[in-house]
């Protein structure tokens, strides 16, 4: 099963993420994308990692910029992890797209990037456990006034509408509410 969460930033997708998991597997293992590149980040990053040590909840974390279709890959070889009900968790894609949009400090082609984020569907189309994946909606916004901000924004909502055509269920969370999106979506 594959679910998409999405919502604004500080919407409480994270922690829905996390307490679906547990309903829905044993065990998890939260593949995180982010990285630490100040005092700030590294203190949301230890908020997070916190929360999941309290929750009682079993986790493994990997910490992956970059190969995240890899992961998915290796991991859903592993017959223990079917057999376990192990829930994979990745957090965040929107933190994925922007590490491969300036892999390396340097700004990559729209297309180069959008190849990853096909790579990734496809593998997600055969994962034979549950995925969950948190991203953020950002075409709410503003159109940003910078042409790396404009692709950004581009990107993540092709890659959000890909992910999402796959997906089993999606999720919108507002205010920290869940809404089930999929299955109420008007169909042609």
């Known amino acids: 099963m594959i679910v998409l969460i999405t919502g604004g930033a500080r919407s409480g997708k994270s922690t829905f993420a996390e307490k679906y998991a547990a309903h829905l597997g044993s065990q998890g293992v939260y593949i995180a994308t982010a990285q630490i590149t100040d005092e700030e980040m590294e203190e949301r990053i230890l ?3 916190d929360r999941r040590l309290q929750s009682g909840f079993p986790w493994q974390t990997i910490e992956e910029r970059y ?6 890959a290796k991991l859903g070889a592993q017959k223990d992890i079917q057999e376990q009900q192990t829930v994979i968790l990745v957090d965040c894609l929107i ?3 922007s590490n491969w949009l300036l892999h390396d400090g340097e ?3 729209f297309e180069q990037v959008l190849q990853q984020v096909d790579m990734l569907v496809n593998k997600l189309k055969d ?4 995925v969950l994946l948190v991203t953020n909606e950002v075409g709410d916004g503003l ?3 910078n042409p790396l901000g404009r692709m950004f924004r581009d990107l993540a909502g092709l890659m959000n509408q890909r992910v999402a055509a796959v997906a089993d269920q999606v999720f919108l969370v507002t205010a920290g509410i869940p809404v089930e999106l999929k299955g109420q979506a008007f169909r042609f």
């Not at 190969?67 to 998915?72: Q, R």
């Open 95 to 97: 933190l994925w797209l």
């Open 47 to 49: 908020h997070h990692r």
């Open 127 to 130: 994962y034979p456990g549950t």
């Open 67 to 72: 190969a995240l279709t890899e992961w998915l």
């Open 143 to 145: 159109v940003p006034q």
């Open 107 to 109: 700004e990559q082609q």
